[in-house]
């Protein structure tokens, strides 16, 4: 099995921030948009359900672990333009939600 402990290392706070929003963020957006557009072509309505899953779990990953880990830097500015990034986050996507006509 692959060593996974940067997840639980990240969501816990203990990974550096450079770590945790250049490499596991844009990677893991890379894989999850890979395997999701390859699962909504494959399995039709199912694969839909599991690319927006995936994309959800990855997402709640991503903020929390970019919240506690926002001040792992050597410069705090980073930690609180990393935090104002994720609350622009929630909010774009918290507008998106209530804005989409569900289509």
Known sequence: MADIKWIEKSWEGDEKLWK???LY?????????VIGQFAV?????????AAYTMFTLWYAWFVIS????????SWQGWGYIARAFVIFWIATTFI???NSDGT
């Not at 963020?25 to 948009?33: E, F, P, R, Y």
């Not at 072509?41 to 359900?49: D, P, R, W």
């Open 66 to 73: 970019t919240w506690r880990c926002a001040f792992n830097v």
């Open 25 to 33: 963020n844009w990677l893991l957006t890379i894989a999850i948009g």
């Open 41 to 49: 072509n494959s399995f039709g309505y199912a694969g839909v359900i």
């Open 20 to 22: 945790v929003f250049w």
């Open 96 to 98: 998106s939600l209530i």
